[in-house]
């Protein structure tokens, strides 16, 4: 039977992207922003303001801002949470689909068994 195969490389793979993509969001949970650093952008009549801007849409640039940033916790927790409960609720799953796989396998023997029994 194949399907307990797949659905153990669905886990692995399932658990793979869980922690990468935990890790990603507890990684990235910095972001630069106007108010956050007070950093003003120049006006359009100031000298130094000759080049556009290669981020439109963007309240600061990282040079302007002088590194600083901000540290989400809302962000962290959820990379944690998913780190954690992620693999965990992936493996409920699976192991709930091979339940239902052998479930089916019993039934059908069963229906087997009935049939000869009939005959």
């Not at 100031?46 to 849409?57: E, M």
Request: glycine share 8%.
């Amino acid at each position: 039977m194949i399907t307990p195969l797949l659905i153990q490389v669905i886990f692995w793979v399932g658990t793979a992207v869980c922690l990468f993509a935990g890790v990603s969001l507890m990684a990235g949970n910095t972001r630069m922003t106007e108010s956050d650093t007070g950093a003003r952008r120049p006006s359009a009549s100031s000298d130094d303001f000759d080049a556009p801007d290669p981020l439109p849409g963007r309240s600061t640039r990282l040079a302007e801002t002088g590194g600083r940033s901000r540290f989400s916790t809302m962000s962290f927790v959820m990379g944690v949470a998913l780190i954690l409960v992620g693999p965990v609720a992936l493996r409920v799953y699976c192991e709930l689909a091979i339940i239902f796989f052998k479930i089916h396998d019993e039934l059908k023997e069963s229906n087997d068994r009935s049939q000869r029994y009939r005959s």
